[in-house]
T-cell receptor, first 109, second 114 residues
Framework: KQEVTQIPAALSVPEGENLVLNCSFTDSAIYNLQWFRQDPGKGLTSLLL?????REQTSGRLNASLDKSSGRSTLYIAASQPGDSATYLC????????FGAGTTVTVRA | DGGITQSPKYLFRKEGQNVTLSCEQN?????MYWYRQDPGQGLRLIYY???????QKGDIAEGYSVSREKKESFPLTVTSAQKNPTAFYLCASAQTGLGAYEQYFGPGTRLTVT
């Protein structure tokens, strides 16, 4: 069974600092890895999807990398802003996803 | 405006009552999913459907039931057999077949059972 881990569970940084969020998974035979953002009491917003044949994806200030051999993905958020404060979840799988518990990020103004 | 709607946003029920949560999508996606989220935990899959009139149990299906009579609708019933029904319920959809199966989520329904 695929296990997905996100460490740390919470992170606080000053505005302007780059954010580095980690995701590890136990089974490297994955089809997709998807990063989501969740604001308190809201649904999930898809940020980036990396297919198994890809090494990274970029969207604006966000960059996600995938290393299947080591079972790791990293989400980089450049020049963080208070509006980036949220919980970030990663999920791996194909038509079914296994989710990590998330990293809650606070960006201090 | 394409997306996924869930209603109601908040739902309160007494123990022993069945309750149905609505999920509708206009993205023309084949697959739909129901997840449960509890504080400090990742999302757990309850049921999923890859095609109309077919659905499969996820990891925590006990005490729940679903139907998929229309492509755009995937209602979830929380029955009285579910021991801890209070949670945040999220519906998602994805396009299956060749492709990336990127999942899109609705805004969620918070169910409180007392």
């Amino acid at each position: 069974k695929q296990e997905v881990t996100q460490i740390p569970a919470a992170l606080s940084v000053p505005e302007g600092e780059n954010l580095v969020l980690n995701c590890s998974f136990t089974d490297s035979a994955i089809y997709n890895l998807q990063w989501f953002r969740q604001d308190p009491g809201k649904g999930l917003t898809s940020l980036l999807l990396i297919q198994s044949s890809q090494r990274e994806q970029t969207s604006g200030r966000l960059n996600a990398s995938l290393d299947k051999s080591s079972g790791r993905s990293t989400l980089y958020i450049a020049a963080s802003q208070p509006g980036d404060s949220a919980t970030y979840l990663c999920a791996v799988g194909d038509y079914k996803l296994s989710f990590g518990a998330g990293t809650t990020v606070t960006v201090r103004a | 405006d394409g997306g996924i709607t869930q209603s109601p946003k908040y739902l309160f029920r007494k123990e022993g009552q069945n309750v149905t949560l609505s999920c509708e999508q206009n993205l023309n996606h084949d697959a739909m999913y129901w997840y449960r989220q509890d504080p400090g935990q990742g999302l757990r899959l309850i049921y999923y459907s890859q095609i109309v009139n077919d659905f499969q149990k996820g990891d925590i299906a006990e005490g729940y039931s679903v139907s998929r009579e229309k492509k755009e609708s995937f209602p979830l019933t929380v029955t009285s057999a579910q021991k801890n029904p209070t949670a945040f319920y999220l519906c998602a959809s994805a396009q299956t077949g060749l492709g990336a199966y990127e999942q899109y989520f609705g805004p969620g329904t918070r169910l409180t059972v007392t």
